[in-house]
């Protein structure tokens, strides 16, 4: 077999590795277990590829999406390696030729998506074509994607186990979290072979500023730009096609791509994009993802990614040809809203869920950051860096103000409040506003009442979302979003720290916000709701909607009902939901089902429900007679319902309802009327 250098000169046609790869394609080559985390650009594919053609047997990558996996096979061929990919985008004959390759012996890498590993028929297709080795690109994605919308990421530790064979994963962005998950997930917890090399790419300018006319901004951004290769990144599949129209109408290359176009029409964009000078594409985070454009030279984000990682990963597209690349993300309060509810609404375990509370603080602390973004960002990784003097905060420092008691101020009003309250909530108590909610819970008697009216609202916004920038506090999913303190704001809460804020500065008119389905307080648990109302539709294989609608789970947001009678009072809420939903969402919103017997629920929500819970407790109460020694009489469920549904008004009418009879209206009767008397005339007063 030629050597490690040998192939790299003769088939890839470079002279020397880049620094870190030579180690690792060793260490891969060998057999040994590896998890390489290496910077964007820093040539990771090459070091699966390379043992792939040193070592017998063919290797399965593991890769998260088409396109790239197109363009890494393309690559390999254009190189004389034998590879191929199985997609849901090949054509009969592209599969076709896979197979004639993988029958004849000769391909060398096959490329998967992790959902095609998961028919029952992937495991002993692999092992009869001859497996050696497993590598996974874009790792993070294990822990990123895996406990959501692509669980098969976490079955490849055991596919690694079923073939015996070892497994190298590879990634450009994974905090010590992340690489800990792909640790457990991957390996069994058995550490493997690490390799950590550097994250900083200071070709690349990084800049961040809040949302004012946002279309104006990106395109300015653009036309300062023209003629240059970009991305432009977007929240939504439909920003994506109105912000490329907008370009094109200002004269630029400029197309749109996101996950709901034809699969033709996606790979026509990839094309264009890796052949035509000067293309802009606007797009969701579906496009990029192991692009190897080199002259990409900027990167511009009209909405806040998900995480700093994500982050790293997007602006990382730009300039891998070293040379300078420029970036731009825009960010305001919808985006923050919406990124938290995207978080809460997702399936992950609730640990999991407070982790990417924890990403998001990350990344909101490096758009509100005072000092160089770049210590900022790298730092986040464990690196220390000096002030890189050309990023915006080097070129242009924010004002800042000593905001250590305004922080203390809020910190106290949260634990005053037992932590069970969002930032909505916690403003008006420190600005000493008495709504219904504050005074219902007596918090305008609070110590913290008040004290913060020398600060407005607007300004105490920015003081909470620069405490969750420097990790202060977390939003709860477990307490639909309260705010909770983190071990950092303790030495602050004390006076043993102080804290420097970046001063609110009113910018331009901004247009009117987009109206949120609920208020920001009862927006988490709203997530929450839709989580479980997701969890369900997926489990029974039905539209969301089915199950509730939007409008159903607002109401039960915003009124929190407590008990089964108050759910069925929930427009949308019919018997048939209540019984099949009822205690399933009312353990979202109290923390605990309601056990309810069938009986009962039929009259959930109705006034003859709470007839029935006082005929019980009468009932109950008479067992024995009046003086406790009688024999026991007790009356059914069945008669106790049709009792309240009929309300007799005398004893013989009282006698005649099935299950009652002459015995047990001489015990339960008078007391019964008595009780349906006093139902009567509160409803009649009412």
Known sequence: MPSAATLLRDVFGFDAFRPGQEEIVH?????????????TGGGKSLCFQLPALMREGVTVVISPLIALMRDQVRGLRAAGVEAGALTSGNTEDETAEVWAALDEGRLKLLYM??????????????RRIGVSLIAVDEAHCVSQWGHDFRPDYLAIGGLRRALGVPLAAFTATADAETQAEIVEKLFDGQPPQVFLHGFDRPNIHLAFAPKDRPRAQIMAFAAARRGQSGIVYCGTRAKTEGLAQALREAGHNACAYHGGMEAGARREVEHRFNTEDGLIVVATVAFGMGVDKPDIRWVAHADLPKSIESYYQEIGRAGRDGAPAETLTLYGPDDIRLRRAQIDEGLAPPERRMADHGRLNALLGLAEALECRRVVLLGYFGEEAAPCGHCDLCETPPETFDGTEAVQKAL????????????????????GNATDKVRLRGHDSLPTFGVGRDIDKRGWQGVFRQMMGHDLVRPDPERHGALVMTGAARPVLRGETRIRLRREVAGAARRPAVRALVSDEDAPLLSALKARRRALAEAAGVPAYIVFTDRTLIEMAETRPATLDAMARIGGVGAKKLEQYGALFLE?????????HPTRRKLAGRPEGALYDRLAEVSRDLARGECGTLRPLSCTRSTLRQIAERRPASLDALERVPGMGPQKTERFGAAFLDVIAVQNAGEDRL
């Open 412 to 431: 106290s009003a949260i634990l005053r409040t037992g932590e069970n309250f969002g930032a909505g909530h916690l403003i008006d108590i420190l600005m």
């Open 113 to 126: 998506a992790p959902e095609r590993l998961a028919s029952g028929a992937a495991l002993g297709m692999l």
């Open 588 to 596: 979202v919103i109290t923390g605990a089902a309601e056990v309810m």
């Open 27 to 39: 260490t891969v080559a060998s057999g040994c277990n590896t998890l390489a985390i290496m910077p």
